[in-house]
């Protein structure tokens, strides 16, 4: 069950569910959001629809993983999106975000949140990211919240594509 809303200084972060489909197509059907996700598919709404209606069943049965998604929002309108997933003490974050609000700190200020409230809330001490390496604002971002660059990727992300760039952040 999905929790209450939360807020930063600047945006509304709330528990995504399948009737964010909608919103969250229009904010992210800029092509330039999908140019280095590797398993990104088709972003129709019908597609957009099945997987927040996958995201919504949660982790496979047995897994031990805890998914956590958020809608992004500044005053009314859907900016992006978050996500976790979380492996005991380590979890590995994605993020993605409309173009249109690119270079006004919105996903550094999301992030920030998320590393919080996977901390305080989950109890995580380890994060992992990874990201292609023409993604300049994906890598500054990560930079922007502490997270420094290593050669080695966890076994349990599960999000790393080959050529990947690989960080990871300590938390508390």
């Known amino acids: 069950m999905p929790g209450p809303e939360q807020s930063t200084a600047r945006l ?19 092509p330039a959001v999908h140019r280095y996700i590797v398993t990104s598919g088709p972003w129709t709404l019908p597609a957009v629809r099945a997987r927040l209606e996958r995201v919504a069943a949660g982790p496979p049965a047995g ?49 920030q949140w998320l590393l919080g409230h996977l901390h305080e809330a989950h109890g995580v001490t380890e994060v992992w990211a990874t990201t292609d390496p023409g993604n300049d604002a994906s890598i500054r971002v990560l930079g922007r919240t502490g997270f420094t660059r290593v050669d080695e990727v966890h076994p349990d992300v599960g999000s790393y594509d080959e050529g990947d760039l690989v960080f990871r952040r300590q938390l508390g």
Not at 20 to 28: F, I, K, P, R, S
Not at 76 to 103: C, N
């Open 12 to 30: 509304t972060i709330e528990p995504l569910q399948p009737e964010h489909a909608e919103e969250l197509h229009a904010a992210l059907a800029d």
């Open 63 to 111: 897994s031990g993983d805890v998914w956590l998604n958020f809608a992004v929002r500044r005053a009314a309108r859907l900016v992006g999106r978050l996500e976790s997933t979380v492996h005991g003490q380590l979890a590995e974050i994605a993020y993605l975000f409309d173009p249109a609000v690119s270079g006004r700190g919105y996903a550094t200020e999301a992030v």
